[in-house]
């Protein structure tokens, strides 16, 4: 059955293209036309009313840590090393254990769900998740029906003594996740993920650029996120991250460089002329009083720039409306500028930036392309008068505005409500899980830290 949404006030068919009063037609997971189409109610016709709203591409998180969807409104007073130390490390060791000893996946089946119930009622119909490599996470995300991409995250150093038990399992793992998955769903895809340098040794990111080459992967990698990164892998290696990772060939047109705040004038240069994607997590940079990344600046030089939440415990939401407006508030502020960057630039960034950076074809509103969208309902108080509908959806619209998600042609939410799992009860389990999980994940972690 095709589907219509008619008459909509708005069609965001991108940053810079907008349509009043037309219809948008979705034929299986593509859109068919966009215009005035005068069409009527057929037996064969799913309508939606677009009166009063308006329609724009699905909103895409180019990076993300979702198991921390249980770790949310932790320490906010510890910077990134000391946070992974007494924040994440305790929890990753609880799933790590829980998976390969007592062979459990529930966790991330529990976090999958959780965080796409909260990312698609905040119009974001695509994720990138660099996560533990668990089938579990994919299950999640195929019931709730959000389009995923599982960053499979790698390392083998640094690390503390009782997370590097597992190394010996990160390569094959991850091949077996890869074979699993690559290309087994149409909603699903994988990419290669060495974490940073400084926990991945020289051998394991050259394995991980060959494996991604042989198999058409992507890459995402964090880089020149800290001071103490580029410090560390300076010392290490001779080179700032940017080099290093360019002096291994890891740059390029399928690489998500994620972060990039402490980069030179010489590395934005060879950022954009190797065609990487920054991924910009302005909020969680703020948090761990990383930096700020000079996403200005990149932009000017041509740099390609995507947007994304980074995890939850470091933001603490997975709101990419509220990113959106953040990054723009905080670039005109920091350079005392209000035309450091526009509402349209960032919105870009998190729409199609995000799909042409993983290849996804979706991020505009065209035929052809995927039908991932959202329909925005513009009658609530904070979003009157509208003048300009980019500039309101940047600065005025919140998650919450969201009425409906569509992700590959189906409804996954409508009218507020979630069409795909019970939501209540969804929740209701993974927050009793949670808490059970990150109570172990402390104790455990007390126990083997003092030995």
């Not at 060791?93 to 698609?120: F, K, N, P």
Request: glycine share 8%; charged share 20%; with cysteine.
């Amino acid at each position: 059955m095709a589907l219509l949404i008619r008459n909509a006030s708005y069609v965001v068919r991108d940053a810079w293209r907008v349509e009043r009063d037309a219809d948008v037609l979705i034929a299986e997971d593509r859109i068919a036309a966009v215009g005035h189409m005068g069409l009527t109610d057929a037996a064969d016709l799913y309508v939606l009313d677009g009166g009063g709203r308006a329609v724009i591409p699905g909103l895409i998180n180019a990076h993300t840590h979702l198991y921390q969807n249980f770790l949310k409104g932790l320490r906010d007073d510890i910077a990134l090393v000391e946070w992974c130390n007494v924040t994440l490390y305790p929890l990753a060791y609880a799933i790590h254990r829980q998976r390969w000893v007592e062979h459990d996946e529930t966790c991330g089946y529990h976090w999958a769900i959780l965080s796409g119930l909260e990312m698609l009622r905040g119009g974001v119909t695509c994720c990138v998740d660099m996560n533990m490599n668990m089938d579990a996470v994919l299950r999640g995300w195929q019931e709730v029906g959000i389009r995923g991409i599982a960053a499979v995250a790698l390392a083998d150093q640094w690390l503390p003594a009782p997370l590097r038990e597992f190394n010996a399992l990160v390569r094959a793992d991850a091949l077996r996740f890869v074979q699993t998955w690559h290309n087994a769903h149409p909603r699903l895809s994988i990419v290669l993920a060495p974490s940073t340098p400084f926990i991945c040794s020289r051998d394991l990111l050259l394995w991980a650029r060959d494996r991604a080459a042989e198999v058409g992967l992507g890459l995402q990698i964090h880089l020149a996120e800290t001071r103490y990164e580029v410090a560390q892998v300076l010392r290490e290696t001779g080179l700032t991250p940017v080099a290093y990772a360019h002096s291994l060939g890891l740059l390029g047109p399928r690489t998500t460089a994620v972060h990039c705040v402490h980069v030179t004038v010489a590395e934005i240069d060879l950022l954009a002329e190797t065609g990487t994607t920054v991924v910009h997590c302005p909020k969680s940079n703020l948090k761990l009083g990383s930096g700020i990344a000079p996403l200005p600046l990149m932009l000017s030089r041509g740099v390609k720039v995507a947007l994304a939440a980074d995890g939850a415990a470091s933001n603490d939401t997975l709101d990419m409306f509220d990113e959106m407006r953040f990054a723009a508030l905080l670039h005109k502020g920091i350079n005392e500028d209000p035309a450091a960057i526009t509402a349209r630039q960032v919105f870009q960034m998190a729409t199609q930036a995000g799909a042409e950076a993983f290849g996804i074809a979706a991020g505009t509103l065209d035929p052809g392309k995927l039908a991932d969208l959202a329909i925005v309902r513009l009658d609530r108080p904070h979003l009157v008068p509208l003048h300009d509908i980019i500039n309101t959806l940047v600065y005025c619209a919140r998650a919450s505005d969201v009425e409906t998600t569509i992700v590959g042609g189906e409804i996954v939410m409508q009218d507020g409500m979630i069409r795909t799992v019970d939501e209540a009860a969804a929740g209701i389990a993974a927050r009793s899980f949670g808490a059970r999980l990150y109570e172990q994940g402390l104790a455990l972690w007390q126990e083997v830290s003092s030995r």
